[in-house]
């Protein structure tokens, strides 16, 4: 079902417990989505927790607010108890319960009213309520609209403005992506309008690398980085132990994909990363490619048309032959 705002400010009364959860691996969009609608539902007296399945990566953890999220895997029974008590469960930035692991049964047990604010393709229909569009450029840019039809624009402040923009930021990769809207550079101008500082949100997230993660790109672009001319397809993997030889910390590959898809000629560029037992995959594509089905089709994963992911049960040196494998006969670019 659709929004419907009156009921949803019936549902955010002054004493509603509400719990805001988002995806996997949070990214910046996942993060500043929930930190900006947390922010914003503080302001109307309610007791907001922001739950996440794993820990996300240090170049998040600048926003304010950020210290009190709980992180399911490490704090099971605080976050099965803020579930289980919940009047309003929030799911943003993604639209399938598979996308927050165990967390997901939980999650769909509970009793509380379920509202889904994402913009990825064919969300489940299992919520109550959805401001779902995968035309918007983030999770975050929705979060704004939200706060806007329930007619509340004017108690927007400068910590909902950081948040919002370091998800709107990240997702449309500096407004470059084609997802990018006038209506994007509109919210970031309202965003502006309330003490935003965009080069403070741009440099706490892009300025804050370590020497180690440098090296490690340095790294990956020498030497494992493949590039076929013919189909335009780039392809990077990075093994676990090359990883832990440059002290990988969660986050530090994180833009890599992006140099697949800078160089001249390239359709679609494919970052693995191996873990301990499986290997997890970035897609990114220009123009027509529909990464999201490639990745729903071949990878266990999903995403958007330009830019997906997925996971394998395989070593590294398997997914790249399995990855070869099926952009050599299976799909057509
Ligand atoms: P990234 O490559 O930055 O991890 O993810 C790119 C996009 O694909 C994001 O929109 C993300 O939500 C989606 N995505 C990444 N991994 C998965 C996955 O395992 N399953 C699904 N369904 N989507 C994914
Ligand atoms: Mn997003």
């Known amino acids: 079902m659709n929004l419907d705002y009156h009921r949803i400010k019936e549902l955010l009364g002054p004493s509603a417990k509400v719990v805001i959860t988002t995806h996997r691996s949070p990214d910046g969009d996942a993060i500043g989505s929930s930190l900006g609608l947390y922010h ?185 980085f493949e590039f076929d001319a013919e189909r335009g397809v780039s392809i990077i993997g990075i093994s676990l132990n090359e990883k832990n030889r440059f002290k990988y910390q969660k986050g530090d590959t994180e833009g890599l994909v992006n140099y697949g898809l800078s160089v001249k000629g390239a359709k679609m560029a494919v970052f693995l990363s191996e873990e301990l037992n499986f290997t997890k995959f970035s897609f990114r594509s220009k123009g027509q490619i529909d990464v999201n089905k490639i990745a729903r089709g071949y990878f266990n994963g999903g995403g958007h048309k330009n830019a997906a992911g997925g996971r394998l049960d395989m070593s590294l040196k398997e997914s790249i032959n399995y990855l070869k494998d099926v952009i050599e006969n299976k799909i057509t670019l």
């Not at 009190?68 to 919940?86: G, M, P, R, W």
């Not at 509109?186 to 003490?195: F, Q, S």
């Open 40 to 224: 914003f539902l503080i302001l109307n007296g309610l007791e907001v927790s922001v739950i996440i399945p794993d820990r996300d990566p240090e170049f998040l953890h600048w926003m304010r607010g950020h210290d009190l999220i709980t992180v399911f895997e490490s704090d099971q029974e605080k976050s099965k108890t803020l579930i289980n008590d919940a009047d309003v469960i929030f799911s943003l930035d993604y639209n399938r319960l598979d996308r927050i692991a165990e967390m997901g049964s939980r999650v769909e047990r509970a009793s509380a009213t379920k509202i889904l604010i994402d913009h990825h393709i064919d969300p489940a229909d299992y919520f109550n309520f959805s401001l779902s569009d995968t035309t918007a450029s983030s999770t975050a840019e929705l979060v704004f609209r939200f706060i806007d039809s329930l007619g509340w624009k004017e108690l927007l402040n400068k910590d909902i403005a950081e948040c919002l923009y370091a998800g709107i930021m990240t997702d449309t990769g500096s407004f470059k992506f084609s997802s990018t809207s006038a209506f994007t550079h509109r919210v970031v101008a309202d965003l502006m309008d309330v003490g935003l500082v965009p080069d403070k949100v741009h440099n706490a997230i892009f300025d804050n690398s370590s020497f180690d993660r440098l090296q490690l790109v340095g790294f990956a672009l020498s030497n494992k």
